[in-house]
Structure formats: C-alpha cells, structure tokens
Nanobody, 130 residues
C-alpha cells in the first residue's frame, strides 16, 4: 500500500514536547505538500500544519500556531512535526497526509471534509497528562 507511517507519539506531561515523524512508504514526497492532522475521540478532524515541497511555505492551524513547527527532509522521504508547550487539549491521534492545495490558503490551515487528501497513515497516539 502507498501510505505514510507516523511515529513518535507517546505520553508527555503538560508543558512538555514531542517530535513526530511521517515517513513515506512506496512513494516519494519530493514534489508533494505534506500536512499534519489530529483527531480526538468525539471531535472533528483538525488541520494542524502544511508544508510545500521545498519547505519555503508553511501554514498552521490557529490552535497550534506558535507552538508547533513543521519541517521536512526530502532526502529521507520524511516530514516532521515538532510540538512544544503541550497541554491536555492536544491529546489526540496524529496523522499525516498529502494535501495538493494547502498552499492556496492565505493565513491559517484548516481541514476540509471535501479536500483531496492522499496516503493517510494509521496515526500515532499523543497523550498529554500528569
């Protein structure tokens, strides 16, 4: 199957940090926009961030802007999400996927139910608790 493999999740205390990885399996991400999402039980899926192929354009959702940083290493076929100042509201399963049109956003990044996302992974659980 063509998909991403997310890793790096776990249990962290409030105020702590985690770095998530998103490795492409079966395809190259060199020319693709890569986005991060999360979904908590009973909640709608939330768009967190997106990065263009060269890394020169980055976008963030309003709830994580200033705390999370997206990056990529095309040579390793991997994208990353550095998460700082975590709080219990950040507890969720985190996913990455391709979003062909995220660079069309002018300010914040959002998840769209009609978006054309590809190569969803299985997700990695992040739990923020003391």
């Amino acid at each position: 199957q063509l998909q991403f493999v997310e890793s790096g999740g776990g249990l962290v205390q409030p105020g702590g940090s985690l770095r998530l990885s998103c490795a492409a399996s079966g395809f190259t991400l060199e020319r693709l926009n890569i986005a991060w999402f999360r979904q908590a039980p009973g909640k709608e899926r939330e768009g967190l961030s997106c990065i263009n192929p060269t890394g020169g354009i980055t976008l963030y959702g309003p709830s994580v802007k200033g705390r999370f940083t997206i990056s990529r290493d095309n040579a390793k076929n991997t994208a990353y999400l550095q998460m700082n100042s975590l709080n219990p509201e950040d507890t969720a399963v985190y996913y990455c996927a391709v979003d062909p049109f995220c660079t069309h956003y002018t300010d914040h990044y959002y998840y769209s139910r009609s978006g054309e996302y590809d190569y969803w992974g299985q997700g990695t659980q992040v739990t923020v608790s003391s």
